[in-house]
């Protein structure tokens, strides 16, 4: 076989390999659309107010704010941003943390948020993650959520928001 075929067929051996039995056909097809193609959506109820937007870093070690912190109250219901995987759910340092992978390089973190979800539950897009907590910077006003591609953090609201400049054609060609 091929080496360049191989590769591509890893992936999907590897997701055989590490689902449960009854949730392969599942499996397959949730990862059978890319992520950055499948719909995103915002992660609580309607179109949240971002109080803190995306910072950059300039170097990966430096200052910055590597997602975007939404309006939210305690008790407000989360949602999957997209489908996919849980991979983590616990506590990191002082906030209840859930991280979801999209596949395809793609994976979300959302605090502090609760969540009674399992490690490797699957989710749709919109389904209930749990509830906004308390915890970190994002105390009783907001949470945050935080999105890497491939290891580096990009801008959630572009999953969304269309920031394309609009663009006037002429009424006759």
Same mark, same amino acid.
């Not at 890893?10 to 009854?22: D, M, Q, V």
């Not at 979800?117 to 389904?127: I, N, P, R, T, Y």
């Not at 907590?133 to 591609?149: E, F, K, P, Q, Y």
């Given at each position: ?24 056909? %599942?499996?397959?097809?949730?990862? *059978?659309?890319?992520?950055? $193609?499948? +719909? #995103?959506?915002?992660?609580?109820? =309607? %179109?949240?107010?971002?109080?803190? *937007?995306?910072?950059?870093? $300039?170097? +990966? #070690?430096?200052?910055?704010?590597? =997602? ?106």
């Amino acid at each position: 076989m091929k080496p360049k075929r191989l590769l591509l067929l890893l992936p999907a051996l590897l997701i055989l390999t590490l689902a449960p039995l009854g949730a392969r056909a %599942e499996t397959i097809q949730n990862y *059978a659309q890319p992520a950055a $193609a499948a +719909q #995103w959506r915002w992660p609580l109820a =309607g %179109e949240p107010k971002i109080l803190k *937007a995306f910072d950059k870093p $300039a170097e +990966q #070690w430096s200052a910055g704010h590597r =997602g975007v912190d939404l309006a939210a109250s305690v008790g407000n219901q989360v949602v999957a941003p997209n489908r996919g995987r849980i991979t983590f759910r616990g506590v990191v340092v002082d906030r209840p943390v859930v991280v979801i992978d999209h596949g395809y390089g793609f994976k979300t973190s959302l605090e502090p948020v609760t969540s009674e979800l399992s490690v490797g539950s699957w989710v749709e897009s919109g389904a209930k993650l749990g509830t906004v907590s308390t915890g970190a910077h994002c105390s009783n006003r907001c949470i945050h959520w935080g999105v890497r591609l491939d290891g580096e953090y990009i801008d959630p609201a572009l999953l969304i928001e269309d920031l394309r400049p609009s663009i006037l054609l002429p009424l006759n060609d």
